[in-house]
């Protein structure tokens, strides 16, 4: 899903893609690693990027998990709601503060695989696999966090974007 969302980023950039193999800039295949082992390893980061040698984006499941971690939002439970109730002046919505607590493990877990790795407890913390229906709105809009912010990482690594800060 995540490569079909990158590759429709917007409406030409998969000729924008198409373009950049056709150069030789950039490797069509995707080298996925799926390896229990932190981000951090020794003297290397594996965060997404692209292989200098062969052009293939480099994706590494320990960063992906990070990334939807640190994504997972409860803007609602800590932001939205608190707003409406204080402009309404009663509880119209009643905030979850277990939801909250949840928010705040699954990022410290999320935290935590940039020096070690373990396993996501998915039978007790949220994640984007298994999760009950009526907690689908905070899944479904942290996906959404996590593939706008995937989408801009790789397209920056690929060179497909260019950042400019202002000086």
Known sequence: ??????????PAFKDKLQAMVDKGKLNPLINMTYA???IKQDHRINSPRVNA???????????LS????????LYIETIDYPKINKKEKKEVYKINEDEIAKARELFAYG???IAFYSVWDKDNL??????LAE???YIEQSNICYTEAMKF???VSCGSISIIFPS
């Open 1 to 10: 899903m995540l490569v079909y969302m990158f590759g429709n980023t917007y």
């Open 36 to 38: 229990q082992e932190s």
């Open 53 to 63: 040698e062969n052009r293939q984006i480099m994706l590494h499941e320990s960063f």
């Open 66 to 73: 990070y990334l939807w971690c640190i994504s997972y939002t």
């Open 111 to 113: 935290k935590s695989l």
């Open 126 to 131: 949220p994640n984007p696999e298994k999760y």
């Open 135 to 137: 907690k689908r709105n």
């Open 153 to 155: 990482i790789l397209a």
